[in-house]
């Protein structure tokens, strides 16, 4: 699937900023995503967080598949006017879950 320029710009403010803070990024590209995989896994010790990253309009229909993961595993689905929240959650933060 091809990212719109603003779903690029999105990526890369989240990926940029996370690096900064310590964290290990793999970002999902064409051949080795499927449909349902988060949009990044990111890292930093033991800490794993899964995030599906959106740009547009939220919609409560189209929540990520989580249920997939094990029990425990941080998740995030994250808008770009989620920002101090993605902030917040890169710093240490908890991170507040899917469709928060």
């Known amino acids: 699937m091809k990212l719109a320029l603003a779903q690029l710009e999105w990526n890369d403010r989240v990926i940029t900023q996370a690096r900064k803070l310590g964290w290990q ?31 547009g309009r939220r919609r409560g229909d189209r929540q990520p598949p989580v249920e997939r993961f094990p029990d425990g595993m941080e998740t995030a689905c994250w808008w770009p006017e989620d920002w101090p929240r993605v902030l917040g959650a890169l710093a240490g933060g908890q991170v507040s879950g899917v469709g928060a």
Do not use: E, F, H, K
């Open 25 to 55: 990024a793999y970002l999902q590209v064409g051949v080795n995503s499927r449909p349902g995989d988060p949009s990044l896994i990111l890292t930093n010790g033991p800490r794993v967080l899964l995030v599906w990253l959106r740009t």
